[in-house]
């Protein structure tokens, strides 16, 4: 019965989420459409995808412990219906008549602020509704459901795109909002209580945050090379489309094979996980997943530029998706499971704050390298990178289990 309960739970908090996240990757990929077809400007276009990095980059650090201090249900609440209202605003400005083509960026921007919050909080209530040895399976659920959610989501909005108008489709993202905050509404979480303390100083609990990584030395060794290794695996996906256009000279419809196969990676590896449901070590299948993305990287970068070579191409981009997700299952089970209750909400800003810091700085270093040295050069000296990182990460690792 107790079982039945947190799983009642659990899935009508993910599922509402899973919802609202197809309809925002909707919306978000209607817009940058929108915006691309009216201008065509690569400048504006970088400009939008930068703009969802910069509130983590800001905010993130502080968010954890506004997180932490509050009830995290009314946080969750409160930030998927601010993204909602964001859109819903944005789609009177159509009706009045058509906005600026940059007014994308700033909407982008601003929506972003509403997952700044809600991501951490929601990584921070999975342990208060779910038992510690049903982490790594309530993990890959939730990982199942982002992935598909991610892959189907720029599916709908380019049928949304086809068929309504700009405003329709900035209101059903309105809708996806209040069904997301309505199934935590509805669901009874156990609160901490709130850390509203007179006296309170601000810079001493985020630094609080900050010390959970540095008082445990596996977490924060695992961290600093998974931030060194993201610097070169973000720009990776990105990269896909190239590596099919200019090196392999394939079809747009090749490329999307390539997309799907590593969002369909992410998925399979997902509900392999959640099927067996345990991992004793956590520490070390971070790493396994971890030289899982540095085999498959290295390899993409060593491929021959022929036909046949471009399907083994899609091959690894599927197990790379698959590595990327048995690296984060596990890493994020960790956190939950190690970390005090009271001081998630900060940790996990913290570290979503130190990740989102990697794919702008992986574009400006990736950029200019592929530009004068070529894609797949990219992708061996990424592997190379990795295989060294892991390698050391794990040894540093292994060398606290002994002590």
Not at 302 to 307: A, C, D, F, Y
Request: proline residues 5%; aromatic residues 12%.
């Amino acid at each position: 019965m107790k079982n039945a309960s947190w799983k009642q739970k659990f899935f009508t908090i993910a599922l509402g989420q899973t919802i609202s996240l197809i309809g925002s990757s909707a919306v978000q990929f209607s817009l940058i459409w929108w915006m691309a077809s009216k201008t065509a400007s690569p400048m504006l276009l970088a400009l939008a995808g930068l703009s969802a990095y910069i509130p983590q980059f800001f905010l993130g650090p502080f968010v954890g412990v506004w997180i932490d201090r509050l009830k995290r249900k009314q946080v969750i609440i409160i930030a998927d219906l601010f993204t909602g209202m964001i859109a819903l605003m944005f789609a009177v400005f159509f009706f009045i008549g058509e906005p600026p083509y940059w007014s994308v960026c700033i909407v982008l921007g601003v929506r972003a602020i509403g997952n700044v919050f809600q991501t951490p909080a929601i990584q921070s209530v999975t342990p208060m509704l779910v038992p510690q040895n049903e982490l790594v399976r309530a993990n890959s659920w939730n990982q199942f459901m982002q992935s598909g959610s991610l892959m189907l989501g720029p599916v709908v909005g380019a049928a949304m795109y086809a068929i309504l108008p700009m405003p329709i489709i900035l209101i059903s993202d309105m809708a996806g909002a209040i069904i997301a905050a309505t199934a935590v509404a509805i669901t009874k979480i156990p609160e901490l209580k709130p850390q509203l303390k007179s006296g309170y100083n601000f810079i001493s609990e985020m630094k609080e945050g900050i010390s959970v990584f540095l008082q445990d030395k596996k977490l924060c060794i695992v961290t600093a090379a998974a931030a060194i290794c993201m610097i070169f695996y973000m720009p990776i996906s990105s990269f896909f489309p190239l590596m099919s256009s200019s090196y392999f000279h394939v079809t747009a419809w090749h490329a999307s094979i390539v997309q799907f196969g590593y969002a369909g990676g992410m998925m399979l590896c997902s509900l392999l996980v959640s099927l067996y449901g345990t991992i004793r070590n956590k520490i070390k299948a971070v790493h396994l997943g971890l030289l899982g993305l540095s085999i498959t990287i290295l390899l993409c970068g060593i491929l021959p530029q022929t036909g046949l070579a471009f399907w083994g191409f899609a091959l690894l981009c599927t197990l790379m998706g698959a590595s990327g997700n048995f690296y984060n299952i596990p890493y994020v089970a960790y956190m939950q499971e190690t970390i005090p209750k009271e001081k998630q909400g900060r940790a996990f800003s913290i570290m979503n704050s130190l990740m989102s810091v990697t794919m702008p700085l992986g574009l400006i270093i990736a950029g200019p390298f592929a530009e004068v040295h070529g894609v797949s050069s990219w992708f061996f000296i990424s592997g190379i990178v990795f295989i060294v990182i892991t390698g050391v990460s794990f040894f540093l690792t292994q060398r606290q289990d002994k002590r």
